[in-house]
C-alpha cells in the first residue's frame, strides 16, 4: 500500500473523532437520529477544521447500512467502506474553484434526476463554494430549493461572505470555529503516542501556534518534522525546519526590555540575526509573547494561556518583573514597532531601534498611590524671598566724629508689645443680582442643567418686572420649577416679579445676547487686527509684489 500523510491517515471517521467541533457534530447527530437532515447544507470555517470530512461523515451516516443508535455511521457495511475510500457511485466530491460556469452546474441538474446507484441518497459535495460564479449560483438556485427527495447537497467554503444570500437562504448553515491550541496539541499527542515517535510536548505546542487554529495545517508541520530524518520532535528540529527564533532568545529580549537593558536586549538580536532567522518570525514571537505577559499580569490566573507548564511557569515569574500598566504599555509599542519591522526592507536596524526604544521607557507611577501622596502632603508653601526692595538700605557711613565720652544712666529695656493675630478671612459675598441675566448667570453655578435651559428663555424686563416665554424644548424641564424660580428670582433681587407668559415679542434670550456679544467682540478684533501698522505694511507689500510680477 502507497505511503499516506498523516493528515489523511488520521481523518476522522466518526463524529465523536472530530477535534474542537462539538456544537456542530451534536447537532448533526440529533438531526440524523431524528430524521430532520436539511437538504442542502453548508459548512464554513478557516481551513482544516473538518468541513469536508464532516461532509463525508454525513453523508455515511445517511447512507449506512447498519446506522447506531446515537448517529453514528457504522463505518463497515459496504456503503461506509466505499465512501471512506472516494469510490462510491452516489457521492460526487466538486472542486468549486475548477469547476465554477455554468455548464458544470448544467451537468448537475442534468444528471441530478437520476435517483442512487448502490446508496440510498445521492449526495454531492461541493468544496470552496464561493468559487462559483455568479451566473454558475443563479443556475443552481432551482435546484437548490427543491432537490429530489434522494439528493442531499452539501456546501463547504472558507468565505461565506461570497455567497449570494439568496443561496445561504436555502441551506442549513453550521460555522466551525477556529481550534484552540491545547485542542490541536492533544491531537497531536495522541497521533504521535500511536505513530511511536517521540516528542517534546513544548515543541508541540509551537507547531499548534504556527498552525494557527487549522488542525491539517498542524498535522502538515508534523509530517514535514518527521521527513527531517529523525523519529523525534523537539525544540531544535521545530525551530530549525521552520525558521522560528529559539525561544531562549526571545525570552531573553522580553526580560532585558523588562530590566530596561538595552545591551542585552541588542545582544540577543543580534544572535537570532546571525542564526539566519527570520527577524519578522521574531518580532512576532516577542509580541506573542508580551500578550502572554499581559494577561499573567493583569488577569486573576492563567487560564487563557494557552502553553505548556513550563511555559506557564515561566510567564507568570516574568509577569512580576513589571506592573501591568507598564506590560500593556509594551505591548501596544511592540504591537506598532513589529508592524513596522514587517514591512521594513532592513528589519535588523528597526527591530534594534525598536528594542532600545522599549528598555528605556521610564516606569508608569501609579495614579493612585500619586494622589494619595498629594493628598497627604502638607498644605504650606515654602515662603518666597523678600524682594530686593523690601530690604532696608543702610545709610552710608561716615567717619565717626571724635567727643568726649558721656555717662547716661543705663534705661530699662521697653516690655515687648504682643503681636496681634492676624485678622480671619471674613466670606465673600456673592454678588447682588440686579437683572434677568445676572439671575441666569447665578443659576447656572448652583445648577448647571437649569441655568443653561434658562438661557434659552426669551425675557422682556418692564418696571421691576420680568415677563420670560419659555420655548418648547425646555418645558418639560422648566415647567415643573417655575415656583422655585419666581420664589429665587424675587430672594435674589430684592421682591423683583418674575412671570410666565405664553408669548413675549420683543424679549431676547441671554443665548442671543451672548451671540451677539461674540460676534461684535470678533469684529472688533479684526478691525483692530486690520489697522495695525504691520498687517497693513504687510498688506501693501504684497500689492507691490503683485504689481511688479510679470503676467
Known sequence: MSYQV???KWRPARFDEVVGQDQVTGTLRYAIKEGRVAPVVLFTGIRGTGKTTLA?????????????????????????????????PD??????????????VRTIRENISYGPVKSKRKAYIIDEVHMLSKSAFNALLKTLEEPPAHTVFILATTDPQKIPMTVLSRCQRYDLRRLGTAD????????????????DREALFLIAREGDGSMRDAQTLVEQMLAF??????????????????????????EAIARRDADAAVTKVREIYASGKALEKAARDVLFTLHQLVLASSLSDDRFLEASDEERRWVRESARLLAPADWLRLFDLWSK?????????????????SVVLAASLPAMT??????????????????SPEPPSAIKSEPPKTAPKVTRPTVRTAEPAPAPVPTPPPPKDEPTAPP????WRDFVERLAQEEPMTGGALKTVTALERAGTVTVQIPQATKALLDPKKEMLAARFAELTGGRKLRFADEVSEGTSVAQQETKEGKEKNAKIREEVRNDPVVKRTEQTGLDFKKASPT
Do not use: H
Request: hydrophobic content about 40%.
Open 6 to 8: 498523516i493528515a489523511r
Open 56 to 88: 463525508r461523515i454525513l453523508v455515511k451516516a445517511l447512507n449506512c447500512a447498519d446506522p447506531q443508535a446515537d448517529g453514528e455511521p457504522c463505518n463497515r457495511c459496504e456503503s461506509c467502506r466505499e465512501i471512506t475510500a472516494g469510490r462510491s
Open 91 to 104: 457521492v460526487l466530491e466538486i472542486d468549486g474553484a475548477s469547476n465554477n460556469s455554468v455548464d458544470d
Open 184 to 199: 490541536i496539541v492533544r491531537q497531536l499527542e495522541k497521533i504521535l503516542t500511536a505513530e511511536k515517535v517521540s516528542f
Open 229 to 254: 530524518g529523525e523519529r523525534t520532535i523537539t525544540d531544535t528540529v521545530v525551530t530549525t525546519i521552520l525558521g522560528i527564533s529559539d525561544r531562549t532568545l526571545i525570552r531573553g529580549i522580553v
Open 337 to 353: 514597532e513589529s508592524d513596522r519591522i514587517l514591512r521594513s526592507e532592513y528589519p535588523l536596524l528597526l527591530f534594534e531601534i
Open 366 to 383: 501609579d495614579l493612585r498611590s500619586l494622589l494619595d501622596t498629594l493628598r497627604d502632603a502638607p498644605a504650606t508653601l515654602p515662603r
Open 432 to 435: 447682588a443680582v440686579t437683572g
